[in-house]
């Protein structure tokens, strides 16, 4: 011992070892500390399930309340029709006829009012419908901030071990400083990219406390886990497709277009002019082909929706492919490591790995129930396309920037 308490090279290969070998990933080092941390933090911050958020949105939205308060106003003025005239039932319109002006009048108001009913139902389903899928959106959000804060934790852990180990490779003349500078940027950077993603969580947490009509500031647990689960179609795409075109938002509004214009064409006061007449015809005309193409598109893409889905179930196997992969590897390390074949930053990288390939299929099974969920409520497709698709790999700012560590 006292040998090499006593030689200089001795010493240094000693710390070196120690350094390169010996070494746990700084992860390791304090995650006790903040597990204990965030446990106490966790039981202090009330769980939030979707099914209250959701509540809370609706009891918010002031959209809802001035659809509602439309509705009453609707409701009152066919009580007053139906006082005034004894009756609330709209004549057949479907050609053309010219009546008195007075009957004109209350028929008018008549059809009127019972349009405006109609359509409002229509927009308080597509504002409910529309507030459901924010919220998804935003639950999504802060799960996958909050998977990926933790992951880009743990990279930022082992960036901090290998600049650390670099500094002492660079004390020995065994690193340049141009490499260990490298070595410092991609810590530095992997700092960075945590920061960001705690800003973004707080304003995750802004966003959805501003949906519910919270206090900004207020933190919640929420409940949110989401299954990966293939969606089995019942029956043929065209069928699907034909069911859809009944419940379809978009496609009752068009068609209620062209009720209106339809009314306004064969409907017609004997006060009417001529242009007027022709403008009403022309208009019937505009709302048809508009209905027309809303169909068509929507088929489309819903097609192109069900593409998707069916795309995004062969990229979840790989997904599941690439999760296997990282275990065998992993399991590997853990052997060497136990055998002292490797360190202890080797095993460490590859169960970082794993963490990795655990929570590409995490985000990948929340963006595939946004895609089944948008698929069954077709009214949140648009355009010939669906409403967004699952990509095999997300873009997660947790990438590995530690090779040099290898």
């Known amino acids: 011992m006292k040998k090499i308490i006593g030689n200089p090279r001795g010493a240094v290969a000693l710390a070196l070892v120690v350094t390169l070998f010996g070494t746990t990933a700084y992860a390791a080092e304090v995650a006790p500390t903040t597990q204990t941390v965030a446990t ?3 039981q202090a911050i009330p769980v939030l399930t979707f099914e209250e958020a959701l509540k809370k949105v609706k009891n918010n939205s002031k959209d809802l309340v001035d659809l509602q308060k439309q509705s009453d106003f609707l409701q009152e003025t066919k009580e007053d029709i139906w006082d005034a005239v004894g009756t ?11 009546v008195d002006s007075g009957v004109y009048q209350y028929t008018s108001a008549i059809y009127s009012t019972n349009s405006g009913m109609t359509k409002n139902k229509y927009q308080t389903q597509s504002i409910n419908l529309a507030m459901e899928s924010t919220l998804k959106g935003t639950f999504s959000t802060i799960v996958e901030t909050e998977e990926t804060l933790k992951l880009m934790k743990e990279t930022l852990a082992i960036s901090k071990t290998i600049y650390e180990q670099g500094q002492t490779k660079n004390n020995l003349g065994m690193l340049s400083k141009f490499e260990l500078n490298k070595l410092k940027a991609t810590y530095d950077a992997n700092k960075t990219k ?7 969580l707080e304003q995750s947490y802004i966003n959805l406390n501003n949906l519910m009509g919270e206090s900004p500031d207020k933190k919640y647990t929420l409940d949110y886990n989401v299954e990966f689960e293939p969606y089995v179609l019942q029956g043929t795409i065209e069928l699907y497709i034909n069911a859809a075109m009944k419940n379809d938002l978009g496609i009752l509004v068009a068609a209620q277009a062209v009720e209106d214009a339809k009314f306004n064409k064969n409907f017609v006061s004997e006060n009417t002019l001529n242009t007027t007449n022709k403008e009403n015809k022309l208009t019937y005309e505009v709302a048809q082909r508009a209905y027309k193409k809303a169909k068509e598109d929507k088929d489309i893409a819903i097609r192109n929706a069900y593409i998707q889905l069916q795309q995004s179930e062969a990229n979840y196997n790989q997904l599941k492919a690439d999760l296997e992969q990282a275990k065998a590897t992993l399991k590997t390390a853990e052997v060497n490591y136990r055998i002292g074949n490797t360190t202890k930053l080797t095993l460490d990288q590859a169960q970082l790995a794993v963490t990795k390939e655990e929570f590409a299929l995490k985000s990948f099974a929340r963006s595939y129930d946004m895609q089944v969920f948008a698929f069954k409520n077709t009214s949140l497709i648009s355009g010939g396309s669906a409403a967004g698709s699952g990509s095999a790999k997300t873009s997660g700012s ?3 920037d530690n090779d040099e560590g290898k």
């Open 88 to 98: 609330f039932s709209t004549p057949t319109y479907e050609y053309q006829k010219w």
């Open 194 to 200: 945590v920061y960001q993603l705690e800003k973004n």
């Open 398 to 400: 947790a990438s590995s």
């Open 40 to 42: 106490q933090g966790e």
